[in-house]
């Protein structure tokens, strides 16, 4: 139990359009789920957290007009760049949590395969 | 402030040749320490969790340790398919976020 999808596993787009990438909890409600950005040898760097049917909370530094997300439903959850740049290209990956006060453990936190995005 | 330091950033091992990774932590209340193992391309694959100083787990060659200050996943004989990053990471109580440490890539060499 405890899968995460995440789609599309790459995409490549030109400069200025938007790109939006999708993260679902396929057997679990997930109350809670996160984006993450890797950059190549590095570790997960968190940019949101967001929690259903409210708004994200960004990190510091992350642009919340830059990097929509909704999380509309507890299997769902959306990442939208808007006006993408070349800068923005990198891996994204997310994150979905089982219920507020589930232990920590197999599917306490699972994460999504990853979105590989490459703005042209 | 909450950190969660990895070492060694890099590791090349001979098949075979058992070893330690080791993930430092300092953070204001631990509810839970986690090891991820990350194949390139991918999203991080969960492996284990501690709660408490003391603890140990194994799954195959691998056997994750937590002290009040620091996590060892050991590595027992490995094989060139556990090649991978590993990446440590801690819960912390009062917030819902992962702290991720920079991970240790390690290469078994056939």
């Known amino acids: 139990g405890a899968v995460v999808s995440q789609h599309p596993s790459w995409v490549i787009c030109k400069s200025g359009t938007s790109v939006k990438i999708e993260c679902r909890s396929l057997?679990?409600?997930?109350?809670?789920m996160f984006w993450y950005r890797q950059f190549p040898k590095q570790s997960l760097m968190l940019m949101a957290t967001?929690?259903?049917?409210?708004?994200?909370?960004?990190e510091q530094g992350v642009e919340k007009d830059k990097f929509l997300i909704n999380h509309a439903s507890l299997t769902l959850s959306t990442l939208t760049v808007t006006s993408a740049h070349p800068e923005d290209s990198s891996f994204y990956i997310c994150?979905?949590?089982?219920?507020?006060?589930?232990?920590?453990?197999?599917?306490?936190?699972?994460f999504g395969s990853g979105t590989r995005l490459t703005v042209v | 402030e909450d950190q969660v330091t990895q070492s060694p950033e890099a590791l090349r091992l001979q098949e075979g040749e058992s070893s330690s990774l080791n993930c430092s932590y300092t953070?204001?209340?631990?509810?839970?320490l986690f090891w991820y193992r990350q194949d390139p391309g991918k999203g991080p694959e969960f492996l284990f969790t501690?709660?408490?100083a003391g603890e140990e787990k194994e799954k195959e060659r691998l056997k994750a340790t937590l002290t009040k200050k620091e996590s060892f996943l050991h590595i027992t004989a490995p094989k060139p398919e556990d090649s991978a990053t590993y990446l440590c990471?801690?819960?912390?109580?009062?917030?819902?976020?992962?702290?991720f440490g920079q991970g240790t890539r390690l290469t078994i060499n056939p």
């Open positions: 994150s979905a949590r089982k219920g507020q006060g589930a232990i920590y453990g197999i599917g306490g936190y699972t």
């Open positions: 057997d679990f409600q997930a109350t809670t």
């Open positions: 967001s929690n259903e049917g409210s708004k994200a909370t960004y």
């Open positions: 953070v204001s209340g631990l509810r839970g």
């Open positions: 501690l709660y408490s």
């Open positions: 990471a801690v819960g912390i109580q009062g917030a819902q976020k992962l702290v």
